[in-house]
C-alpha cells in the first residue's frame, strides 16, 4: 500500500488548532483578517498539539501596532526554562494599511477585534483569523437563534420530500 503524500495533507485546506464559537453568535462580524502570530518555540509545539483556547480573547491596537490579549496556549510539558506564559499578549502581523484600518475602525463606537480562528496554513504557519465586530443586542442573538433553526427545520423538511 502506497503512503500518501504530504502534499495531499496541505490541499485539504487549513487545519484549525481553536475556534471561537461564540464570536459570531455574540457579535455582528464586519469584516474578516488572516493575520499572522508573533510566538516562540514551545508555543509552536503546544499548538501542534492542539492545545490552545481563544474563547475570551480579544486584540486591541497599541502604539500603531496589532496584539491578541488573553489568548491561551498550555505550556509545553517538556519546555523546561525556556516555557512561555500561558496567557501572554502576542503580535499579529498585518500590513501597515490593515493595521491603520482596524485601529481607525475601533475608535468608532462600539467596534472590537475578536478572533474567529486559530490555524496552521497550507505552509503549516499558524495564522489567526480575526473579525471586526459590533456586539449583538440580546434581541438580534434571538432573532439569529430563530432563523438558525428555522434553517435546520427546512433543510430536514427538503430532505424527507426527496
Known amino acids: 500500500m502506497a503512503k500518501p503524500k504530504s502534499s495531499d495533507k496541505s490541499k485539504s485546506g487549513n487545519r484549525a488548532?481553536?475556534?471561537?464559537?461564540?464570536?459570531?453568535?455574540?457579535?455582528?462580524?464586519?469584516e474578516d483578517f488572516e493575520a499572522g502570530i508573533v510566538l516562540t518555540g514551545t508555543e509552536?509545539?503546544?499548538?501542534?498539539?492542539g492545545e490552545a483556547n481563544i474563547t475570551d480573547s480579544?486584540?486591541?491596537?497599541?502604539?500603531?501596532?496589532i496584539f491578541l490579549i488573553n489568548a491561551y496556549i498550555k505550556e509545553y510539558?517538556?519546555?523546561?526554562r525556556f516555557n512561555h506564559d500561558a496567557r501572554r499578549p502576542r503580535k499579529l502581523l498585518l500590513h501597515r494599511r490593515e493595521v491603520n484600518k482596524i485601529a481607525a475602525a475601533i475608535q468608532?463606537?462600539?467596534k472590537t477585534l475578536v478572533p474567529l480562528s486559530l490555524y496552521f496554513n497550507d505552509k503549516n504557519r499558524v495564522k489567526v483569523k480575526i473579525g471586526l465586530a459590533s456586539g449583538k443586542k440580546s434581541h438580534d442573538k434571538r432573532a439569529t437563534e430563530k432563523e438558525r433553526d428555522?434553517?435546520?427545520?427546512?433543510?430536514?423538511?427538503?430532505k424527507d420530500s426527496y
Do not use: D, H, Q, T
Open 77 to 80: 510539558e517538556m519546555g523546561n
Open 108 to 110: 468608532r463606537k462600539g
Open 17 to 30: 488548532i481553536a475556534l471561537n464559537r461564540k464570536a459570531r453568535y455574540n457579535y455582528f462580524i464586519e
Open 150 to 158: 428555522w434553517n435546520r427545520e427546512k433543510a430536514r423538511l427538503m
Open 58 to 65: 480579544y486584540a486591541e491596537a497599541k502604539m500603531g501596532e
Open 44 to 49: 509552536v509545539k503546544s499548538l501542534r498539539a
